[in-house]
């Protein structure tokens, strides 16, 4: 689900806390070496979220935060602030002509320029978090 953040709102912080987690606190932060990654150009969005995003040809930024259960994406436009949270059982990762992150239905895909570059190593801790989360929720036993 997506929210609008630009305001402090209990019931969207509530409901992000019960879906992906709480926020880690600075010593934890620190021990994971950030928590957060820095901002990244957006090329592209699905349907659903074309209004939030610029209409005119701004450029649109967008940075990603880790979770204990998920990642909470944040799209500014404007002045406004939106945070999509997604748990990481939902959570799909291509990496094609851009880094796209899907869920729900929805996508956002990031440029790779340098400000990807800069945050290459926290996206590949975002995927190695995701295959540790999948281990934990592993349903099915191989038969013999």
Request: net charge positive; hydrophobic share 35%.
């Amino acid at each position: 689900m997506i929210y609008n953040t630009t305001y402090k709102n209990k019931d969207a912080e509530t409901t992000i806390n019960d879906l992906i987690g709480k926020r880690y606190t600075f010593i934890e932060s620190i021990k994971l070496k950030g928590t957060g990654s820095k901002r990244m150009m957006i090329e592209d969005v699905s349907t659903g979220f074309k209004k939030i995003i610029n209409a005119v040809n701004d450029i649109n930024y967008g940075n990603i935060e880790i979770r204990s259960k998920g990642i909470l994406v944040h799209i500014n436009k404007g002045l406004s602030n939106y945070s999509w949270a997604i748990p990481f059982y939902q959570l799909h990762i291509y990496k094609t002509n851009g880094y796209s992150i899907h869920a729900h239905g929805n996508f956002v895909r990031f440029k790779t320029n340098t400000l990807y570059l800069e945050n290459k190593r926290f996206l590949d801790r975002i995927s190695q978090l995701k295959a540790e989360n999948e281990e934990n929720y592993s349903f099915y036993e191989a038969f013999n």
